[in-house]
C-alpha cells in the first residue's frame, strides 16, 4: 500500500498553521513523524484518520481518497490517538469483546477467538481480567494496540505512544511495535528521536506545521558525518560559540557543558570530531527554527 500526502494545509479557526503544504509518502512499513510539542503531528494523524478536515491538498491510500471516502478509510484504519479514555471498570477481555462486536465481528466464538489472539499479541493475556482502570501506562498502551488492530487495519496510526512509559514497558511496546510493520503502513508520531531510531525504515522531520526533512535514517545519519564537532566550555561560553557556530545540543555534565556543532569542516579552537546519530539530525533541522539549547 502507499499512503501520498499531497500539499495538505491546515490553519485552525484561531490563526494557528498547524499544517503549510505537507507532501510525504509513504510505503508499508513503519515511519516515524518526528517533532516536537505543537510541531502539528497530531493535526496531521487526525486528518489522516478521517477525523478532522483539511483546507487545502490531498490524501490517497493506493487510489481511496482519504479526505472524501472516510467511511471506507475508517475499516482500514487502526488509530492509537494520543489520549484515549478507558472505562476504568471494564475488563480488558470484555472491552475488546464490544469493541470487536461494533467493528462487526458478530459470531461469538470467532470474536471469542480475536480477543484471545489480540491479548496473546499484546502480552495481557494474564491480566485480561483485571479491569482497566487498574492498569498501568504500558499496559494501557498496548491494549490500545489490541483495540487497534481488530479488523486487520491496513493503515496503523500511533500518536505518541511511549511518552511516559517506563523503559522496561518502552521495549515491550518497541517489540510489539515492530510486529506490525510487513504488510501495513504504520505511523508513528513521537517527539521521542530514539522511537525513531529504533524502529523505522523511514521518516520524516515536522516543525511548525512544516517538513523539514523525510528519508531513511541511516541515510540520514551518513549525511551528517564528518559534519558534528563536539567541546566541553563553560556554562558562560555558551552565547560566545552560539554567536559563532550552529550549536545543535548542549548537555551539562559534572560542570561542564558539551556542546556539539554543526560544521561542514573542522573548526578547530579545541573542538573534536563527533560519531553523527539520528538525535543530531534532528536537531540540526529544527535548530533553523527552535531554540533546542535548554539551558
Ligand atoms: N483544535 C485546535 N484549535 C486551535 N489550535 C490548535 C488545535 N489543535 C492544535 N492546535 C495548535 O496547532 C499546533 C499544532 O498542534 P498539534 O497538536 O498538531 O501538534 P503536535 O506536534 O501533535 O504537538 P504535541 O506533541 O504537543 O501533541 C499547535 O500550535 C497547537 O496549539
Given amino acids: 500500500m502507499q499512503l501520498t500526502i499531497n500539499s495538505l494545509s491546515k490553519t485552525y479557526s484561531n490563526g494557528v498553521k498547524a499544517l503549510k503544504d505537507v507532501s510525504l509518502n509513504l510505503s508499508n512499513g513503519m515511519f516515524g513523524l518526528l517533532g516536537p510539542n505543537g510541531a502539528g503531528k497530531s493535526s496531521l494523524m487526525r486528518t489522516i484518520a478521517t477525523l478532522q478536515e483539511a483546507d487545502s491538498g490531498s490524501i490517497f491510500l493506493d487510489d481511496l481518497n482519504v479526505l472524501q471516502d472516510k467511511t471506507k478509510v475508517r475499516q482500514l484504519l487502526g488509530y492509537l490517538p494520543q489520549e484515549f479514555g478507558v472505562y476504568p471498570k471494564i475488563s480488558a477481555e470484555r472491552m475488546l469483546d464490544h469493541i470487536a462486536q461494533l ?143 550552529t550549536v545543535i545540543s548542549t548537555q551539562l555534565k559534572t560542570g561542564k557543558l558539551h556542546i556539539r556543532v554543526l560544521h561542514e569542516s573542522d573548526p578547530g579552537k579545541g573542538f573534536l570530531p563527533a560519531t553523527p546519530n539520528l538525535e543530531d539530525v534532528y536537531f540540526s533541522n529544527i535548530a533553523t527554527r527552535v531554540d533546542v539549547n535548554t539551558i
Fill in 103 to 245: 467493528k462487526g465481528v458478530g459470531n461469538k466464538s470467532e470474536r471469542k477467538e480475536l480477543v484471545a489472539a489480540l491479548l496473546d499479541n499484546v502480552n495481557l493475556s494474564k491480566d485480561k481480567k483485571k479491569s482497566l482502570g487498574t492498569y498501568s501506562g504500558g499496559m494501557k498502551q498496548r491494549f490500545g494496540i489490541a483495540q487497534a488492530l481488530i479488523g486487520n487495519p491496513k493503515l496503523i496510526i500511533v500518536d505518541e505512544p511511549t511518552a511516559g512509559l517506563d523503559p522496561a514497558e518502552r521495549n515491550r511496546f518497541y517489540n510489539l511495535l515492530s510486529q506490525l510493520g510487513e504488510n501495513t503502513i504504520v505511523i508513528l508520531s513521537t517527539h521521542i528521536v530514539e522511537d525513531v531510531s529504533t524502529l523505522c525504515s523511514n521518516f520524516a522531520i515536522i516543525c511548525q506545521g512544516e517538513v523539514l526533512y523525510a528519508g531513511q535514517p541511516d541515510n540520514a545519519v551518513k549525511e551528517m558525518e564528518g559534519k558534528i564537532f563536539t567541546k566541553a566550555i563553560s556554562k558562560q561560553e555558551l552565547s560566545f560559540y552560539q554567536d559563532d557556530f
